[in-house]
């Protein structure tokens, strides 16, 4: 009887050891807010209950410059990296940090929002558009409206020396016809300022300091549903979008269980909660969160990464010629 009981005891424990063994674990660096990047790994967890994620969290520019500095250390953490922009993405897959993955999910998106190599993936859309005090004499539409003699002194925009979503959006507007530098120029002649991120606009505008800005569209829309005093508008023009990509690291030691964390987020299920969390889906046929006007109404601007890239230096540059920022 011993003896069975002893076998059934080591058969147990070996059990436990072989599910123990078989536990997959992540480590993942996001630019996220704290609450944002919990819920996605509660759910990620919840759907492979099989893999345990530990997050770090910093700003796009702090959590790569971390990485950065543990793959020059030769030690990186990180398995998969989920941060702002393709732009910053592009330049990690130009250095060859980045393992491609084609995902199986990636039939439901538009070709535009993901590496054509598997390097990376967009998993929302965050675009920037107007926002304007709802005591404001003008109502504006698209982009020019800011740069009206109605507007003069009235208008406050995220520096690019600050937020990356505001460069992207000014290398994004300056491509396109009957914008271009010349209306950065003469937003600047109009009294315009550009400083901090978009925190600071959205609570310029909502106190009513400035009547108009520009500012990414959940802080505006979360804003107005609070109560705040403010409208979101989607320029007619179209507007320009950062689309919060995730990748793997090429130097993971866990490939199996990082794509399985890249095919949830890219999953009807991972872009449902990204839409819960108030962000516009990137995947197809995903609906939209509340206040967000019809996904087919919304005209996104492209964006060339590899060139946002190389000419980011310059377009530094010149945006602080115009506004005198340093």
Known sequence: MKT????????AIAGLLSTAAQAESLILYTSQPNEDAQ???DAFEAANPGVEVEWVREGTTKIVAKLMAE???GNPAADVLLIADTVTMERLKEAGHLMPYKSPEAAAYDAALFDADGAYYSTKMITTGIIYNAAAAMKPTGWQDLAKPEA?????MPSPLTSGAALIHAQTLTEIDGLGWDYYRALAENGATAAGGNGGVLKAVATGEKAYGMVVDFMAIREKAKGAPVEFVFPAEGVSAVTEPVAILKTTKNAEAAKKFVDFLLSKEGQKLASKMGYIPARNGVALPQGFPA??????????AAAAVKNAEADLKTFSGVFGTN
């Open 4 to 11: 069975i009981i002893s076998a059934v005891a080591a058969a």
């Open 39 to 41: 819920a996605t790994v």
């Open 71 to 73: 793959i020059e250390a």
């Open 152 to 156: 003069k002194g009235l208008v406050t």
């Open 295 to 304: 996904r087919e109404t919304i005209k996104v601007l492209p964006v060339d």
